[in-house]
Every structure is written in C-alpha cells, then in structure tokens.
C-alpha cells in the first residue's frame, strides 16, 4: 500500500508491515528506529498484476467480467491476478434441490443450442448405465438421455443392447437427426476386454475405454498417442479434477433457459430422464480430508450413496474434453457451421426460386 504519495518521491520507503524495517535501495536496510542492520537472509513482497508493465487495467476489467463467467474462472482470476489465496470450504455438500431449480422443458429431445452429444457409460456387474449429454457453444451442457441396460456385462445379449444405445438418433430442435459423437466407457468392476472389443466394433476413436485416476491435478483425460497391446486407446480420466469442475458448475445458479450461459448445466422436465433420483447421485459425493501414506489428501467421497450420474456425467465431459484436445473441436464454429446447414435453402426451394415462385419459393 503506498502511503503519503503527495511527498518527494525520491525519498520513498519500502516498509515491512510487520516489522518496521524499512530501506530505500534494496541495499541498506534500518530497523523501525532508524537503526542500520544487517540485510535480511530473504524478503517476500506482494505485488498483483496491476503493476504490470504488460498488461492494462482495461485489460484486468475485461479478464474479471470472463472469469464471472465460470466458477472456475474466478479461482485462477483470485489466484494469478490478484495474487491472493483462493478459499473454499471443503466437505460442503451440495443440496439436489439446486439441481432441481435447473430444470427446463425441452423443445425437443436435443436443444436448438446443442451441437454436439457425448456419452458417459458406467458399468456394473448387473447393468450398464449410459447418460447422453449435449454441448452448446461455452460448454452450456443439456442432459438428453438416460439408458440403463440391465443384465450381465459379458453376455452378447445385454452388450447388443448397449450397441443399439450408442447408435440411437435423438430429434434435434431444428428437424435434423444427431447420433452420439464420442464415448467414454468405464472398464472399472469388469473384465475389460468386454470394452475393448466394443470400442474396436464402434470405432476405437469413437468408443474410447477409461479407467478413473482419482489423483489431484491429473488432467481431466490423458488420451495415449498409440494403442495398447489390445489395440485401443485406453484412456485415463482425472476424475478429481473433472469433478471439481463440475461441482463448481452445478453449484452456480440457475440462468433462464432461453438465455445462452456458458458452462451452465441444465435438465429436461422429464422424469424418465431426470428426478430426485438422478439429482441426488450427481451430488452424492463431497470433499473430504483423509490421511494415505501419511499425507493429508482431499478426495471426493460418496459415503457409500449412490453415484452413477456422476460418474457418467464425468466420462461424457470427459468425452467432450478429448474431442477438444485431440480433435480440436470447437463448439462455437460448429454451431455456426450448424446455422448455416439449416438456413442454407434446399433444391427444391432454389428450383422454385428459380422458377419465380411466391417470394421466391413455391408455395
């Protein structure tokens, strides 16, 4: 803090808040009482980037208005640009009900916002649960579907169920049929060979198999370069970070549905597909400390409740987050390239509109 910035500025201090040790060139130093000393072994400052010669305050204005934006944002926007330390309570639940609030009714089985769908599976020795999610341009998210497949994993039977299930068309608001993009299929609890041979039928860039790493600051998908020896590309989700992510994005409040929000989740009014049930597996778990190999670790615990929305939540986003990593896909330039599909007129309405029909088109 400066103080007394009306004096001669060449007979400025720098002063230690705690201790009244003061100096003038870094060089010699002097105690409160004006005493000289010994120079410190060390000095730490606190200096945030408003002092930056690289940047501007207009600059700062529009970096706080993005980081508003995502829960997120506004952590690295504390951390990095203000320079200070980031506090958030640890073993918060959240409460489903503001899951509930979030929900809206759907158009259509895909939202006009929606272009691109991911697909979360999550396997259990009696049952495979699959959650659709679509993707709007700033991550908005939009639960499409729920499928759960019951029977045994290793059973033709119940795996050609699973097939038809990736393969499903879902209605877009705008007329057009949408198929599932990119799968994130757990290996967790079964044999996982049972995966590897379905990515391998889907398409191994399609059907991509995951196993969680539940280790803090691991990305939230490491895709490999090449194959492993079963031929697909087993993949390693960060389930911390990924849930991190998410909790901070399902905690936000709710927007209205006609408004474009990034990074907003939303929900169908459609107890099929979503209810209390689901809304309190996506909140299940909650951030807890707990000592392993005598650290001190923060871990996302469910207490023994039921999570399988999450984790398919968490694979699906996982989903999105390769096919930007490794395919570059951009939501916004899909979108717009979507807008233009739809607004481009048919041969039919040229042919029309060549022959002078009403305005152009026949009628």
């Known amino acids: 803090m400066i103080h007394q910035s009306e004096l001669d500025q060449s007979n400025g201090r720098w002063i230690c808040e ?3 040790m003061w100096t003038r060139d870094g060089l010699m130093f002097f105690s409160a009482r ?8 060390s000095i730490t400052f606190h200096i945030w980037t408003a002092y930056s010669p690289f940047t501007t305050w207009v600059q700062i204005v529009y970096d706080w208005l993005d980081a508003l934006k995502d829960p997120n944002g506004l952590k690295t926007f504390v951390n990095t640009t203000l320079g200070e330390t980031w506090e958030e309570a640890v073993g918060e639940k959240l409460d489903h009900q503001v899951l509930m609030d979030k929900v809206v009714r759907y158009t259509a089985a895909v939202p006009a916002r929606v272009v691109y769908l991911t697909a979360g599976i999550d396997s259990q020795r009696n049952r495979f649960e699959m959650y659709v999610w679509g993707w709007a341009p700033g991550e908005e998210a939009f639960l499409v579907d729920k499928i759960i497949i019951m029977g045994r994993p290793d059973e033709e039977e119940t795996l050609l169920r699973v097939d ?9 608001a705008d007329g057009t049929e949408m198929t599932i993009s990119r799968v994130c299929w757990d290996i967790g609890g079964i044999d996982g060979e049972i995966v590897y041979q379905r990515s391998k039928k889907h398409g191994v860039f399609r059907v991509l198999p995951v196993k969680g790493a539940s280790v803090y600051g691991k990305p939230v998908i ?4 090449t194959r492993n020896q079963r031929g697909v590309y087993l993949c390693e989700v960060g389930t911390d970070t990924a849930k991190e992510i998410l909790y901070a994005r399902m905690k936000a409040a709710p927007t209205p549905a006609d408004e474009s929000t990034s990074y907003a989740i939303r929900f169908p009014d459609d107890p099929e597909i979503f209810s209390q049930t689901e809304a309190q597996q996506l909140v299940a778990e909650e951030l807890v400390e707990k000592w392993e190999k005598g650290k001190m670790r923060l871990l996302w615990d469910n207490k023994k409740r039921r999570n399988e929305a999450l984790d398919c939540l968490v694979y699906a986003y996982a989903a999105l987050r390769v096919s930007v990593q490794r395919w570059q896909l951009d939501l916004a330039v899909l979108a717009k390239s979507r807008e233009e599909e739809t607004t481009r007129p048919t041969l039919k309405e040229l042919a029309a509109k060549l022959s002078g029909g009403v305005n152009g088109y026949s009628r």
């Open 34 to 41: 004006g005493d000289e000393i010994s120079p410190p072994r």
């Open 164 to 172: 038809a299930a990736i393969n499903k068309k879902y209605r877009h």
């Open 18 to 20: 705690n201790t009244g």
């Open 222 to 225: 490491t895709m490999p370069k």
